[in-house]
């Protein structure tokens, strides 16, 4: 560099394209062939017509110091990248289990606060789910106008507060009501963990660490009636609630001293900063920074779940379709308890060993994703497309309903028991291939938003987890088990076609629905 560029003020190596696949200045994203020059949010580059028309001199942009800056989160010591991707997962499993662990303690909730509405049991579990809903649409756009790190603080916070005060909840209203607002902000590390992941790590590196991070949402819900079922019988439903307190307290207290912020135009904002207040050269700007208001960043990040549900059509359908996926979960979490109680004579403790099946399923399926994405992503290493995830959903797509089917009939006429917990377990391994498919192809196709693009698939599956579980006992009732789970699966088979219209048209569907100024 000449002196007259270090009188303007200190280079950060403008126009190095640096290995962040995410914000790179000529680059595309995997989502968006087109240079990201128009987005008005602090993760947009800043446009060559900005640069030519010397409203930004070169020599004031703030980027990354080479290749191997060690404050991009891409070139992170790895212990770093997984500590901080472990406790995201952490809580990424424990704040979903507490949306059931005390499903097999609701016959005796329900009989301290003197409450026979079946309707009303079900939902103090599913309204937990209801506030996964509400949270993302404010929890994912703020972790990408303020950074992830502030977010999962002040959201652990608030849920390890409202936990707390469930465990002492002194009537069924207030236990409903501090459920969902525990959920509300619980949903953090489920919204912002997989952007969390792509702020750290690249494509053909993503697959399994978002393996392990997507597993939690699945897992969690399904082992927390196998620990609830003991736990409640030991010390009753109220302990249900201290167990998590105490375990989501020890890892919110470990990601204050372990995490540190990975969100890119965050960091290179704080960057800019510093070296104007070394240098005193005020002109100093990150690369990523767009110029707007505040005011404007904020009406821009906060709606942007919302526009990717309406004008993105890829965005749209795999809401729906998880939305089918993950309603149908939790309404087998209001049947299970009754049917393996009352037709099998199961007890509260052994009712939760059943859940296994499922639990059982979920890690056949993330060990089968995990196994064929390093496969394809070795095969694809040149052309890496967002499709290239899909590959297993058509599988998935046509197993599900014949889990459903298994549990359903072989309950029906009351088989021997492993029957239904097989059933449960096809259901297992195919709503893991779903998830994960989904759930990754997401954070690829949308890199830079991948915490909205989630966030705007968790509203829509979480508000089907809340409300759906209401109808099942009712429709069991009326239909039977053999019926009633086939009315579901057969709903699942008019779905079996969408992985297959994706997997052949997702690309132009993506490049035709670009949504502008996102």
């Known amino acids: 560099m000449d002196a007259a560029s270090q009188e303007k003020g200190p280079v950060r190596d403008a126009p190095c394209d640096c290995e962040y696949h995410a914000i790179t200045k000529n680059s595309p994203t995997l989502g968006n062939p087109k240079p990201l020059y128009q987005a008005g949010i602090p993760g947009a580059p800043l446009s060559e017509d900005d640069t030519m028309a010397g409203s930004v001199d070169e020599n004031d942009i703030v980027w990354w110091d080479g290749d191997k800056d060690p404050e991009n989160p891409y070139h992170w010591p790895s212990w770093r990248k997984y500590s901080n991707c472990i406790l995201i997962s952490l809580l990424t499993f424990v704040e979903p289990l507490a949306s059931s662990i005390f499903a097999p303690g609701i016959p005796k909730l329900m009989e301290d606060f003197q409450s026979t509405n079946t309707e009303l049991a079900a939902f103090v579990v599913s309204v937990y789910i209801l506030g996964f809903a509400f949270g993302p649409m404010v929890l994912a756009p703020l972790s990408e106008m303020v950074g992830r790190l502030p977010v999962y603080h002040a959201c652990n916070v608030l849920f390890l507060a409202f936990t707390i005060a469930c465990a002492v909840a002194p009537s069924l209203d207030s236990l409903i009501v501090l459920r969902f607002l525990a959920g509300t902000f619980g949903a953090?590390?489920?919204?912002?963990?997989?952007?969390?992941?792509?702020?750290?790590?690249?494509?053909?590196?993503?697959?399994?660490v978002m393996a392990a991070f997507s597993i939690g949402p699945l897992i969690g819900p399904i082992i927390g009636p196998v620990?609830?079922?003991?736990?409640?019988?030991?010390?009753?439903?109220?302990?249900?609630?201290?167990?998590?307190?105490?375990?989501?307290?020890?890892?919110?207290?470990?990601?204050?001293f372990v995490m540190r912020e990975s969100y890119a135009p965050v960091i290179l904002a704080r960057k800019a900063d510093r070296l104007r207040k070394e240098t005193g050269n005020n002109r100093l700007r990150s690369k990523?920074?767009?110029?707007?208001?505040?005011?404007?960043?904020?009406?821009?990040?906060?709606?942007r779940p919302t526009r990717l549900l309406i004008f993105s059509p890829i965005s749209t359908v795999f809401a729906v379709y998880l939305a089918v996926v993950y309603g149908y979960l939790y309404l087998l979490f209001t049947s299970v308890s009754y049917v393996f109680q009352d037709s099998y004579g199961f007890t509260t403790t052994t009712i939760g060993l059943v859940y296994l099946g499922l639990g059982i399923g979920s890690f056949i399926g993330m060990s089968w994703f995990a196994w064929d994405s390093g496969r394809e992503?070795?095969?694809?290493?040149?052309?890496?497309?967002?499709?290239?995830?899909?590959?297993?959903?058509?599988?998935?797509?046509?197993?599900?309903?014949?889990?459903f089917f298994v549990y359903g009939w072989t309950a029906h006429y009351e088989t021997h028991w492993i029957a239904p917990i097989l059933g449960l377990a096809i259901i297992g391994i195919s709503n893991l291939l779903c998830f994960m498919c989904i759930c990754v192809y997401l954070v690829d196709a949308y890199e830079q938003y991948a915490a909205s693009a989630l966030a705007a698939n968790t509203i829509i599956r979480s508000i089907a987890g809340a409300f759906?579980?209401?109808?099942?006992?009712?429709?069991?009732?009326?239909?039977?088990?053999?019926?009633?789970?086939?009315?579901?699966?057969?709903?699942?088979?008019?779905?079996?076609?969408?992985?297959?219209v994706v997997i052949r048209y997702g690309e132009r569907l993506r490049k035709n629905y670009e949504i502008p100024n996102l």
Request: charged letters at 15%; proline letters at 6%.
């Open 288 to 303: 990523l920074d767009s110029g707007i208001s505040n005011k404007e960043l904020f009406k821009r990040c906060i709606v």
């Open 188 to 208: 953090a590390p489920m919204t912002n963990g997989g952007g969390s992941i792509a702020d750290m790590f690249p494509a053909e590196k993503r697959a399994g």
């Open 227 to 256: 620990i609830g079922g003991f736990l409640t019988d030991a010390k009753g439903w109220r302990w249900d609630f201290w167990v998590i307190a105490i375990v989501s307290g020890t890892i919110s207290l470990a990601m204050v």
């Open 377 to 403: 992503v070795q095969k694809h290493i040149n052309d890496m497309k967002p499709e290239v995830r899909l590959k297993l959903l058509p599988v998935a797509a046509v197993i599900f309903p014949i889990g």
């Open 468 to 500: 759906l579980p209401l109808c099942g006992l009712k429709m069991y009732d009326a239909l039977g088990l053999g019926w009633g789970n086939s009315l579901l699966g057969f709903i699942a088979v008019l779905l079996i076609p969408v992985p297959f």
